[in-house]
């Protein structure tokens, strides 16, 4: 049985998933988690009828305790692909297994939360240490622009703390797998780019611009 996701931090996309299967009581060892990967195409429903649920019975729902849901909210932005796996195998078993809730040596359980700690690591540390260049006046970009290399799929969990640091500021970030930038308004992400695509260091601004254009292109015609 295939559950789709729209993206790699589809949160609400797997909770709706997840009532579903739940609801139709398919047990987690004959589920795949597909979670379309970043600047993909829409996935198009080529699975056979008999392999996709009604959606009939989404309004199913589990009780599950509060501090669950919100490490799912953090595990998903993990990026082992198996985490959606995982986080499905606990939400059955703490539909079936009650007790599970206060188990603190669980292997999954303990498994989720080392997760979890490892995006909050990341979630500090990019914004900790990421600092930007300022480019000058001129150009049709930021005048703020940084690179960054997170391990996790956090930029858009982040970018909301920047916007409200700077602002009304107009701002960039560019990291392999998505980008973002503030318009000092509204925060709007693009698609990644590769380290071997980023300016050096010492390059010039228009370097800068150049990569800012080549992320945001529809956006950012040049002056």
């Avoid at 379309?36 to 305790?65: C, G, H, M, W």
């Avoid at 500021?169 to 308004?185: H, K, Y």
Wanted: charged share 25%; hydrophobic share 45%.
């Amino acid at each position: 049985m295939e559950a789709r996701l729209a993206g790699q931090t589809d949160l609400a996309g797997f909770r709706e998933e997840a009532r579903l299967l739940l609801a139709h009581q398919i047990p987690p060892d004959e589920v795949q988690w597909l979670a379309q990967a970043q600047n993909a195409e829409q996935f198009t429903d080529t699975a056979p009828a008999d392999n996709r649920l009604s959606s009939a019975s989404k309004n199913a729902s589990s009780i599950v305790p509060a501090s669950f849901q919100r490490l799912c909210e953090v595990v998903v932005l993990h990026h082992d692909p198996e985490r959606f796996s995982l986080l499905y195998r606990l939400l059955w078993r703490l539909v079936h297994e009650p007790g599970l809730r206060n188990s603190a040596v669980d292997a999954d359980m303990v498994h989720a939360q080392h997760m979890g700690q490892a995006v909050r690591r990341d979630l500090h540390k990019l914004k900790a240490f990421v600092r930007f260049r300022t480019l000058r006046e001129g150009f049709d970009a930021p005048t703020k622009v940084a690179w960054a290399e997170p391990t996790h799929h956090i930029v858009e969990a982040a970018a909301p703390w920047f916007a409200q640091r700077a602002p009304n500021a107009r701002w960039a970030i560019f990291t392999p797998e998505r980008c973002v930038e503030c318009d000092g308004q509204q925060l709007h992400f693009g698609k990644g780019l590769a380290r071997n695509a980023m300016p050096a260091a010492a390059a010039p601004d228009e370097a800068w611009a150049q990569a800012y254009r080549d992320v945001f292109g529809a956006r950012a015609a040049p002056t």
